[in-house]
């Protein structure tokens, strides 16, 4: 049975006060579903919500990360420094770092390698931008991106990888692909981890969708057979709301 995962990322919101409250708020609701809950506060939180959320079962993980080891890279953040204050997970190649951070899919592909050196899980990110939709093109860059991104690593590794497909014109814009778009492309990438790496392989890799999930769409577009959970932004900043699409399941 493949993992269902509900995480919420909270991307560039939410000062330390804030942080508490909202992992207080969390903490009050009870979850009814099966899914695994994670939430992705920013950088400066994550030991601390790390500390507040140790003793539950929502899993702090980690929006980013770089692929060296340490060293001259100001600014930056190792996957050593996030295991050394708890963090097993990190989210990877969200299309905000993809468009406005300029990370490639070569970049990716070492960021990828270095979290799993450090025996980190993976949510890796992708999706196409409006265009190559409207010109049919989405499966062609959904396909290379996570070609390009994963295709050097063995099937192993994907035991530690959890793909989540974000349509760009779906983030945050209100705008979500419906259930059957979900399903389609979902199909189609596990049908391209399939030919690569084999069915057992394609049928274990959990794919979460992303992009305007919210309580009241939550549970249709979960309910397709391809999709595994989903990636929240927007309505995981609230905790009722939040907690809604993780019981969706
Ligand atoms: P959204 O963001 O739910 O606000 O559309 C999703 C994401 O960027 O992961």
């Known amino acids: 049975m493949r993992k269902q995962i509900v995480a919420g990322n909270w991307k560039m919101n939410n000062d330390l006060s804030q942080t508490e409250s909202l992992i207080y708020e969390l903490k009050k609701i ?8 994670m939430v992705a506060p920013t950088f400066t939180n994550l030991y601390k919500a790390f500390e507040s959320l140790k003793d539950t079962d929502i899993e702090v993980i980690a929006q980013n990360m770089h692929f060296a080891v340490n060293g001259a890279y100001t600014g930056e953040i190792s996957a050593s420094m996030l295991k050394s204050v708890g963090i097993q997970t990190v989210i990877l190649g969200h299309s905000e770092r993809r468009e406005y951070f300029n990370e490639t899919d070569e970049m ?28 049919g093109n989405h499966e062609n860059v959904v396909g290379s991106q996570i070609k390009n991104a994963l295709f050097h690593l063995d099937a192993d590794a994907f035991k530690h990888i959890v793909l ?19 399903q389609d492309m979902h199909a189609f990438i596990r049908k391209t981890l399939a030919d ?26 979960f309910s397709k057979p391809d999709v595994d959970g989903g990636l929240i932004g ?16």
Do not use: H
């Open 108 to 135: 990716l592909a070492k960021k990828v390698d270095a979290a799993l050196a450090n025996s980190m899980r993976v949510i890796f990110c992708f999706g196409e931008v409006l265009e190559d939709r409207k010109s």
């Open 234 to 249: 927007g309505a995981a900043l609230n905790a009722t709301d939040f907690f809604a699409i993780v019981n969706a399941f």
């Open 196 to 221: 690569k790496y084999g069915n057992e392989v394609a049928d274990s890799v959990s794919i979460l969708y992303g992009g305007s999930v919210k309580p009241n769409n939550a549970q249709e577009i």
């Open 164 to 182: 989540a497909y974000e349509p760009v014109w779906a983030i945050g814009t209100g705008e979500t692909a419906s259930p059957e778009q979900a």
């Open 30 to 37: 009870e979850k009814t579903s099966t899914a695994e809950v």
